[in-house]
């Protein structure tokens, strides 16, 4: 079965700050998702790697993608109160059956 | 457009109630998806719908049932309600099975007493 594993599961900090989500599996994952989920509302695709060692940059949230394509991670800089919510790694399954493997998520908590 | 739509927003049910979660999607995807949302336990799979006419379990499909209506609208159907099925219920679509970009409505809050 394939999991995916967030940490930290909760992380509180003070607007300014930097920090990272990690998402990890002992599985390869042929792309990986990130959402956040303000709330109140559904999830939000961010963004989706697919290249071993891939990075993307999305303004002050910089996310990455594992060279053996088992892990991620997220990455933000200067962490502001808008960026409150749960953040959740998402990736498709390898027998490709369309049921979207999700990670438990990582709730944020930007004080001001 | 309007995206995903889901209704109610909100519902309080007593134990072996029974009611119906709709959802609609007016961006012409093929696939969509009932989900639930519990603390500390991310997204869970209830059933799918990988095109009109289609349905299977996911996860957690124990105590529901649904209905792919049309290529718009997947609803789900809770028989008789249990306090374990109090929970936030998302329905989500994508264009296609196999394309994972999905896109969730703003969620059904449930209570069951």
């Known amino acids: 079965t394939q999991l995916l594993e967030q940490s930290p599961q909760f992380l509180s900090i003070q607007e300014g700050e930097n920090l990272t989500v990690y998402c990890n599996s002992s599985?390869?994952?042929?792309?990986l998702q990130w959402y956040r989920q303000e709330p109140g509302e559904g999830p939000v695709l961010l963004v989706t790697v697919v290249t071993g060692g891939e990075v993307k940059k999305l303004k002050r949230l910089t996310f990455q993608f594992g060279d053996a394509r088992k892990d991620s991670s997220l990455h933000i800089t200067a962490a502001q109160p808008g960026d409150t919510g749960l953040y959740l790694c998402?990736?498709?399954?390898?027998?490709?059956?369309?049921?979207?493997?999700f990670g438990q998520g990582t709730t944020l908590q930007v004080k001001p | 457009n309007a995206g995903v739509t889901q209704t109610p927003k909100f519902q309080v049910l007593k134990t072996g109630q029974s009611m119906t979660l709709q959802c609609a999607q007016d961006m012409n995807h093929n696939s969509m998806y009932w989900y639930r949302q519990d603390p500390g336990m991310g997204l869970r799979l209830i059933y799918y719908?990988?095109?009109?006419?289609?349905?299977d379990k996911g996860e957690v499909p124990n105590g529901y049932n649904v209905s792919r209506l049309n290529k718009r609208e997947f609803s789900l159907r809770l028989e008789s309600a249990a306090p374990s099925q109090t929970s936030v219920y998302f329905c989500?679509?994508?264009?296609?099975?196999?394309?994972?970009?999905?896109?969730f409505g703003p969620g059904t809050r449930l209570t069951v007493l």
């Open positions: 599985s390869v994952f042929s792309s």
């Open positions: 719908s990988a095109s009109e006419g289609t349905t």
């Open positions: 989500a679509s994508t264009p296609l099975a196999g394309v994972w970009e999905q896109f």
């Open positions: 998402a990736g498709p399954p390898s027998s490709n059956t369309g049921k979207l493997i």
